[in-house]
């Protein structure tokens, strides 16, 4: 495996790159674990080797009621670097609390943890009865020559009004985008006027659009059998 110089990185972040992620198979089934550096390795994501190119789950997250938080990814070694992305996106982590299966609580669980780590929500705004699993979705891309993704991606959703302060080391920027103002974020982004990571673009043309005019109904939205291959 080459070397990655991290040098520049401080040791929190260090730290965050050394967690163990759980390892899935295409029918995301758990088969294991690795660093989320090593899950980000393009060198490893092309392998083709079952340990080393098998999908890490994702969370992405939606909210307050009708708007979308949209933020700018910090420069911190991992894909996408300053790219306009979804509000909140991470992993669950291998261990007890986070592999929890059932209704995907697990899943749910690690949302609360990161959306305090990326926006500073506190735990105590948002149960985890108020993240609601929506669906699945297998993604793959580079980002550059040397990080990518290859996930099984959780969508979650949250409709609630919460104080967000985000963490500067994650978030370079955000706001809150209405639905015509996220079209036009992306009509620019496939103009290269900016940079919209693939997912967002995913999030918003298979799932968002088609959710927003039911958002007061999310149970006839919900399709947790579903993996969609994008």
């Given amino acids: 495996m080459s070397e990655v110089n991290l040098d520049w990185v401080d040791d929190r972040q260090r730290q965050r790159l050394d967690e163990m992620l759980i390892l899935v198979d295409e029918d995301n089934k758990v088969i294991g674990s ?3 550096r090593n899950c980000h390795l393009n060198e490893n994501i092309e392998k083709g080797s079952t340990s080393l190119s098998s999908l890490f789950p994702k969370i992405s997250s939606l909210f307050p ?14 894909p ?3 790219y306009f992305t979804d509000s909140c996106s991470s992993h669950p982590l291998y261990e ?18 990161r959306l305090l780590a990326e926006l500073g929500i506190p735990p105590e705004q948002i149960s985890v009865e108020d993240v609601v699993f929506m669906t699945i979705y297998h993604h793959k891309a580079k980002s550059d020559r ?10 979650l959703l949250v409709r609630k009004d919460v104080c967000v302060a985000p963490d500067p080391s ?15 974020l992306l009509a620019r982004g496939a103009r290269g006027e900016v940079r919209v990571t693939p997912w967002l673009r995913t999030i918003a043309e298979r799932f968002l659009y088609n959710w927003w005019p039911h958002l007061d109904d999310v149970a006839r939205l919900v399709d947790r059998h579903t993996i969609h291959r994008v």
């Fill in 34 to 36: 690795d660093t989320k």
């Fill in 65 to 78: 009621p009708n708007r979308l938080v949209e933020r700018m990814r910090e420069n911190f070694p991992r």
């Fill in 170 to 184: 994650e978030t370079k920027s955000f706001q809150y985008l209405a639905q015509d103002q996220l079209r036009e």
């Fill in 146 to 155: 040397v990080w990518g993704e290859h996930e099984i991606c959780y969508l």
């Fill in 80 to 82: 996408f670097l300053g």
């Fill in 96 to 113: 007890p609390a986070e592999l929890e299966e059932k209704d995907a609580v697990g899943v749910r669980r690690a949302a609360r943890r």
